[in-house]
């Protein structure tokens, strides 16, 4: 028997619908898992890992071409082997499309930019980190930043920033709480891959939805044969929109076949 081209992917299913709508003629968009975590081989992911953070602004860009592929605001999530959390998923969605998306991030040309204190600029984040200063001024720098930053980042932020971790806060100098601040506010780090489909919450592509009448749910190609839910190509952020689709195209298949 001749080999079957489609790629089987698990994410609740076997697959077997891909082969099926392929034999009878229909078009597979190429498959692959969304809304799925990013890898990264910098070591402070792992060093951070289980440290969730709320209220961030990410943006992921190709720093080849200085372009922005996605921004959002909320939640990440630092994990062993990258980045994880809603905005990251979300995130995801948008990297896979990207044109040459696997060379780029082969050539560690995907970047995750995060902004740690998003709702300061960079002049009211120096007043803030003044006042810290103020009231560790006899302290030595490692333990004056527990009031700005969760635990399990301020090692990562102290090397980062190049500052003596032993020396005391009242001899930081000016030029070291700006580049302090720079990294506060451009937190960067280079994504190099997908975590696997097994655990993608979502399929992207399937079948083609222009062979597919929208309105009934039945094919373009056969007569009688209908789809529903993530075997079509469509694919939404997470938030309760994939299984909208799912239950949408489901109701609008059935109520037709019923007819
Ligand atoms: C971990 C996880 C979290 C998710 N969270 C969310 C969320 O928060 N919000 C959201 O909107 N979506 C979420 N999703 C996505 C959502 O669950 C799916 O988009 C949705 O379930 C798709 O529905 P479906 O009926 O098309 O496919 P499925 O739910 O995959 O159902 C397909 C069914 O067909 C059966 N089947 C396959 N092949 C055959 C065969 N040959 N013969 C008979 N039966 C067969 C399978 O066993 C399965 O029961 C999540 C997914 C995962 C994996």
């Given at each position: 028997?001749?080999?079957e ?5 698990g ?10 709508a ?16 990013l ?23 190709d ?7 996605y ?7 630092f ?22 998306i ?20 960079e ?26 930053l969760?635990?399990?980042m301020?090692d ?18 000016k030029?070291?709480?700006i580049?302090?601040?720079?990294i506060l ?21 399937g ?7 929208p309105k009934t749910?039945e ?27 799912a ?6 298949a059935g ?5």
């Amino acid at each position: 028997m001749q080999q079957e081209e489609i790629v089987i992917v698990g994410t609740g299913s076997t697959g077997d619908g891909y082969k099926m709508a392929k034999r009878v003629g229909h078009t597979i968009e190429k498959i692959r898992g969304s809304l799925v975590p990013l890898t990264s081989d910098n070591n402070v992911c792992k060093q951070m890992q289980g440290l969730s953070l709320r209220n961030v602004k990410i943006e992921i860009k190709d720093v080849e071409k200085n372009r922005k592929i996605y921004d959002d605001f909320g939640e990440m999530l630092f994990t062993h082997f990258g980045v994880s959390g809603p905005t990251i998923l979300s995130g995801s969605a948008h990297l896979l499309r990207y044109k040459n998306i696997d060379k780029l991030l082969k050539e560690k040309k995907i970047v995750l930019s995060i902004d740690l204190k998003p709702a300061l600029s960079e002049e009211e984040l120096d007043r803030r980190i003044l006042r810290d200063f103020e009231e560790f001024k006899n302290k030595e720098f490692k333990n004056g930043l527990n009031k700005l930053l969760p635990k399990k980042m301020i090692d990562v932020i102290i090397h980062m920033s190049k500052i003596n971790p032993y020396k005391k806060i009242n001899e930081i100098t000016k030029e070291e709480r700006i580049n302090l601040i720079k990294i506060l506010k451009k937190f960067e780090i280079v994504i190099n891959g997908f975590r696997p489909v097994e655990e993608a919450i979502v399929t992207a592509g399937g079948i083609s939805t222009k062979e597919i009448n929208p309105k009934t749910m039945e094919s373009k190609l056969i007569k009688g044969l209908y789809f529903a839910g993530e075997v079509i190509d469509v694919d939404a952020y997470t938030g309760g929109f994939n299984l909208q689709i799912a239950y949408s195209t489901g109701y609008t298949a059935g109520l037709e076949i019923g007819k």
